[in-house]
């Protein structure tokens, strides 16, 4: 005889919901106070239940990235305002006033970093499968301008990649070559930057705002305090990054070391991007 042991006792919670869902209706069971907690939004929204919804941004990402074998992703920081080569010259023309058309064309001079992170992303997409799962998927914040390259270049080799949005007081909608199932929205800053790291084992950041300046100064942060191993951070456009911040300055002053000068890569293109994260991991 085939033994017939049952694989669980309990039942699960999805069965459990369906049945306290039509409840007899009495002044009782109308009470917010009889839903099932993990269904009573009221109750998870409420200031004291903060630690539990860090649990819950922290670990829905994490159990899809793990179930889609995702090994180590490639992070690419950047502007959400710069854009397309093929979107520039609509941006220049579309400036109505003397102001708004030199920051039109300061932007439109910076659309070749769109061409160079579609580019790294297609590289660092054509890494095969390991034992261990999926290598240098690219990972990005979801959004349009450096973000949408990065994510359209793992989709030129028809390789998945994640999108890790935020919600923001104006829109901002998943750029539509991220990977549906790899596609994330968060409430907290704090976990969406966790998400970013945990599984980085790249990470470009092209010309940005505050945004890019945040990630890439905690990730910096990090290595320096060793809190993380070393890894391939890569600046790209000395043009813009050393006006815009002068690290050796940094150095002069005493405020970092001078070897901290080495926690970073200055980058033009996506072979000479490539090429450093190739030595550094010995592809």
Known sequence: MTPAIP??????????????????????????????????ADFLLRDDLRPVRFQLELMKAELALAEAGIASTFVFYGSARIPA???????????????????????????????VARELARLASSVPDDATGRQFVVCSGGGPSIMEAANRGAADVGAPSIG???????????????????????????????????????????????????????????????????????????????????????????????SDLDLFHFVETADEAWRIVREHYRL
Not at 87 to 111: G, W
């Open 7 to 40: 694989p669980r006792l309990f039942p699960t919670a999805r069965d459990e919901a369906n049945l306290a869902n039509a409840p007899t209706a009495t002044s009782q069971t109308e009470h917010p106070a009889y839903r099932l907690a993990f269904q009573d």
């Open 85 to 115: 080569p093929e979107d520039a010259a609509a941006l220049v023309a579309a400036a109505s006033t003397p102001e708004a058309r030199q920051v039109a064309e300061s932007l439109a001079a910076k659309a070749h970093y769109y061409t």
């Open 164 to 258: 890790l949005n935020i919600v923001l007081p104006f829109e901002q909608l998943p750029n539509p070559y991220v990977t549906p199932g790899l596609s994330f929205q968060f409430h907290y800053f704090a976990l969406r930057k966790m998400h970013f790291l945990m599984r980085a084992r790249a990470v470009a950041a092209f010309p940005g705002g505050f945004g890019t300046f945040d990630e890439l100064f905690e990730l910096l942060t990090l290595v320096q305090t060793g809190k993380v191993a070393r890894l391939p951070i890569l600046l790209v456009g000395r043009a813009f990054w050393e006006p815009v911040v002068d690290f050796a300055a940094l150095a002069d002053e005493g405020t970092i070391a001078r």
